[in-house]
């Protein structure tokens, strides 16, 4: 256990201030502990378990930041995740601390999180990476972000100089997030627009709206009635000629420890070689993963003139 102490004071010194993950035990680094990973929201921490882990294992965790002289939480919460009722455990609580709701920061961006939501809690901190880039290659860029959620990716192309960013998402209160998020930035939401619809029903809206310099693809690997990535990903790079102008760049994500990047690659070379592989995303550096295509894939393609 000393080994993963170890490793998190290591990652207590990386982007101080900032929302990211002191410890991803799901990236099976360390035996024994692959049902722990333990996020830094400040000023929380959150210690989330998939599975039960031994009383005397988790009461270690505990300790180490109850008694850590430098990096002690004002706020530590244990989520067990695999809990239907009584998920949330709170070791102890800052007297005006929102355990519900707070504005997190990543780089130069903010973004509005649910620390105590099983899921879908704001903001998926392996795609940070994925984010930067956006905000890298988004100046002057007329920008379209399907399954959008609450339009991390929208936020990072308005903060890197997008003309115009379409966030399309089946979820009105993600997409409501995302209206939030762009305001905690102090952004102009005339450039932003917002589409609580079904992908596959909406393709001509989406083409009027067009052409786009920049397509970023960030569904759920399955999920039922809506995405299925084995049958409908290749429904949607079908339709990226149409959608996009030349030299323009897609950024293909999937998130399927089943599926690996390969998986992509042929594709698009199947349904859409207008568009040629450039590179793959390497995941952020406090996400560890044995075993780089059970991790998250974050492919870079273009497309030829």
């Not at 722990?36 to 400040?42: G, N």
């Not at 009722?85 to 973004?111: M, N, P, Y």
Request: hydrophobic content about 40%; some cysteine; overall charge neutral.
């Amino acid at each position: 256990m000393q080994a993963v102490f170890d490793y998190i004071e290591q990652q207590f010194g990386r982007r101080p201030g900032e929302v990211s993950r002191l410890f991803h035990g799901r990236g099976c680094c360390f035996s024994g502990f692959e049902n722990v990973v333990i996020d830094r929201l400040p000023p929380l921490i959150v210690i989330r378990l998939f599975n039960e882990i031994p009383a005397d294992q988790l009461e270690r965790l505990v300790a180490f930041f109850a008694e850590h002289p430098v990096h002690r939480p004002a706020t530590l919460l244990v989520q067990h995740r695999y809990r239907r009722e009584d998920s949330i455990q709170v070791c102890w609580q800052a007297d005006d601390a929102d355990i519900h709701r707070l504005a997190v920061t990543e780089g130069s961006l903010k973004f509005w999180m649910q620390p105590l939501k099983n899921q879908n809690n704001g903001l998926f901190l392996d795609m940070r990476e994925g984010r930067r880039w956006v905000q890298q290659h988004a100046e002057g860029a007329r920008v379209l972000n399907l399954f959008a959620y609450t339009c991390g990716f929208s936020v990072a192309a308005l903060a890197g100089g997008a003309e115009k960013v379409v966030n399309l998402d089946m979820s009105s209160p993600a997409l409501n997030t995302g209206r939030e998020n762009h305001r905690l930035n102090d952004h102009d939401l005339s450039r932003v627009k917002f589409f609580a619809h079904d992908l596959f029903r909406s393709w001509g809206k989406l083409k009027r709206e067009g052409p786009y310099d920049l397509v970023v693809i960030d569904p759920p690997s399955f999920q039922k009635g809506s995405f299925v990535a084995t049958k409908d990903y290749l429904k949607v790079l079908r339709r990226l000629p149409e959608l996009t102008t030349d030299h323009a760049k897609v950024l293909s994500c999937l998130n399927s420890p089943e599926l690996e990047s390969q998986f992509l690659r042929d594709l698009m070379a199947e349904h859409c070689p207008q568009f040629s592989f450039v590179e793959r995303l390497a995941n952020p550096d406090d996400f560890p993963d044995a075993d780089p295509e059970r991790a998250l894939k974050v492919l870079v393609f273009e497309k030829l003139a």
